[in-house]
Nanobody
Framework: VQLQASGGGSVPAGGSLRLSCAAS????????MGWFRQAPGKEREFVAA????????FYADSVQGRFTIHRDNAKNTVYLQMNSLKPEDTAVYYC???????????????????WGQGTQVTVSS
């Protein structure tokens, strides 16, 4: 299973970007897909995730109300719409998929077994 992330770029503060993450290479039972980010010198942190069977979204407090995660079952793709971007959103964004994680661990990077390559998001002030 491979995850291909795309859609990063550079925008001014207040701008928008949409990230995509497509799963390919085989079938797997995924319980959730999520987005994490890592800024230089910082640990990887949870951004958003979606419980695949129900489409229920989960967000970090720092992005609630600005970011929206949704999925397209037919395309095996998850999207992250990012609006009202701030300089502190600058990071490498990674998508992840988990086949055996439980709901209470949806915000934990170690709960995910598959990771994409990362895409850079830069927000200038």
């Amino acid at each position: 299973v491979q995850l291909q992330a795309s859609g990063g770029g550079s925008v001014p503060a207040g701008g928008s970007l949409r990230l995509s993450c497509a799963a390919s290479g085989g079938t797997f039972s995924r319980r959730a897909m999520g987005w994490f980010r890592q800024a230089p010198g910082k640990e990887r942190e949870f951004v958003a995730a979606i419980w695949w069977s129900t489409g229920t979204p989960f967000y970090a407090d720092s992005v609630q109300g600005r970011f929206t995660i949704h999925r397209d079952n037919a395309k095996n793709t998850v999207y992250l719409q990012m609006n009202s971007l701030k300089p502190e959103d600058t990071a490498v964004y990674y998508c992840a998929a988990g086949g055996s994680l439980i709901l209470s661990s949806i915000r934990i990077p170690g709960a995910y077994g598959y990771w994409g390559q990362g895409t850079q998001v830069t927000v200038s002030s």
